[in-house]
C-alpha cells in the first residue's frame, strides 16, 4: 500500500512540475464573437483587429495549388516572429474565420491543420506581431469538383 501512495504522490508532483505555472489563452469566441459570423475576410479582420492593413511578410504558408478534396484540405503555416496570436480565414464558405491561436514568447509556432472549403478560394493566414502589425501569407487555391463533398 506504501509503494502506491508513493507513485502516486511521485506522479502527482511530476505533472505539477510539467505543467506551467500560468496558461493564458483568449476565447475569442466569447470575446470577439463578431469575427466568426463575418461573411468575408476583411470584415473577420476589422472584427478581430480593427484593421485590414496586412504586411505580407514573415509568415509562411504552405497548401496545395488544386485540392481534390474539399473537406479536408492540409494546411501548414508559420511564422519565427514574436506575435501574440495567429488566425486562420478563407473566402470560399459563408463565414471567413476558420481559428485563431493565442501565443506567447515560448511558443513554437509551426502548424499543421486541415480546414474544409466549398469552393475554390483564398487561404489567408494572419499573425498579430507584438510591434502591432498583422504580418500575413495568401494562397489561392482550386477545389475540385465536389467542394467539400470531395
Same mark, same amino acid.
Given at each position: ?20 505555472a500560468s496558461v493564458k489563452?483568449?476565447? @475569442? ?59 486562420? @480565414? ?18 513554437i509556432n509551426k502548424y ?15 499573425a498579430e506581431g507584438n510591434?502591432?502589425?498583422? @504580418? ?15
Amino acid at each position: 500500500m506504501e509503494r502506491r501512495n508513493f507513485l502516486n504522490v511521485t506522479l502527482g508532483a511530476l505533472a505539477l512540475a510539467v505543467v506551467p505555472a500560468s496558461v493564458k489563452a483568449q476565447d @475569442y469566441r466569447a470575446t470577439k464573437p463578431a469575427v466568426w459570423s463575418a461573411h468575408t475576410v476583411d470584415d473577420a479582420l476589422k472584427a478581430m483587429y480593427g484593421t485590414t492593413d496586412l504586411v505580407m511578410e514573415g509568415v509562411s504558408l504552405t497548401a496545395p495549388d488544386v485540392a481534390s478534396n474539399g473537406g479536408a484540405i492540409p494546411v501548414d503555416f508559420s511564422t519565427d516572429l514574436d506575435i501574440k496570436s495567429i488566425a486562420v @480565414y478563407q473566402d470560399a464558405n459563408p463565414e471567413a474565420a476558420v481559428c485563431a491561436y493565442t501565443t506567447t514568447k515560448y511558443s513554437i509556432n509551426k502548424y499543421s491543420i486541415k480546414i474544409k472549403m466549398g469552393k475554390s478560394g483564398t487561404i489567408t493566414i494572419v499573425a498579430e506581431g507584438n510591434d502591432g502589425k498583422l @504580418y500575413a501569407a495568401k494562397k489561392t487555391l482550386d477545389v475540385a469538383l465536389g467542394g467539400c463533398e470531395g
